[in-house]
């Protein structure tokens, strides 16, 4: 089995900040957050928000404001599930999975709203269907993707962290066996994480204690990597 789990310590040139075992005095990676609102979705809701008569994912996604918590019931959410809607730095938009359930998305999430958070969640879509997209595609600044378990993505990147805007954090995730699939034919080699940074426009992009594994299973060594980064004014970082 190949696994890593990545540690660094930021320094100025740097586009992309991985790490890390040890704690420093500030930890701008993390935030507190207090809902403005608390609603509830189920695989099957079709109601209101209420604990006992929750929204559909969709809907929630389509009418979320900012300060919104969505706490997600247990059971499998199929299908691709965009995010437009945006939250604020102080005021984001959470999509969290109750606790001690299993929320599993059997699909992909496109994030476009900018502090969209993802929280708790299991990703995974190992029967390919167009159109191609990583796992969780992040389009949006602001964006927290916090202890999520991402893994076979059929032919794609378990997460896509673009370069869109600042101030977007990857906390505690586990990425594995994405790219299921794939072929030269494809183009595009699959990663567990592919990512891009301009540090001169947008600072810092954070992963914090993330762990890769198992990507070299695929059979893909030559072209799949655990983590892939592209990082501007920095340099290329290739794959590890």
Not at 92 to 120: C, D, E, K, M
């Amino acid at each position: 089995m190949q696994s890593v789990q990545f540690l660094a310590r930021a320094v100025p040139l740097t586009a992309l900040v991985v790490c890390c075992a040890r704690t420093w005095a500030a930890n701008p990676w993390t935030q507190s957050f207090a809902p403005v609102r608390q609603l509830y979705v189920a695989v099957n809701g079709n109601g209101t928000g209420t604990s006992s008569n929750p929204l559909s994912l969709s809907a929630a996604a389509a009418g979320a404001q900012p300060g919104d918590l969505y706490w997600m019931n247990a059971g499998t959410y199929s299908g691709d599930f965009t995010f437009n809607q945006a939250g604020t730095a102080v005021a984001p938009i959470v999509f969290r999975a109750l606790s001690g359930q299993r929320v599993t998305i059997n699909g992909h999430l496109i994030l476009n709203g900018a502090y969209t958070w993802i929280w708790g969640l299991e990703v995974t879509k190992p029967v390919f269907t167009n159109p191609r997209e990583s796992g969780i595609a992040v389009y949006a600044a602001g964006v927290h993707l916090i202890n999520n378990v991402i893994h076979h993505i059929a032919k794609d990147n378990g997460v896509g962290a673009w370069n869109n805007g600042p101030g977007q954090v990857y906390y505690g995730n586990i990425m594995y066996l994405n790219g299921v699939g794939w072929t030269e034919a494809d183009t595009a080699p699959p990663h567990n994480v592919y990512t891009q940074n301009d540090y001169a426009s947008y600072g810092y992009k954070y992963f914090v204690n993330n762990v890769s594994l198992d990507e070299g299973l695929l059979g893909l060594a030559e072209t799949a990597f655990l983590f892939h980064a592209f990082t501007g004014g920095a340099g290329y970082t290739n794959g590890l």
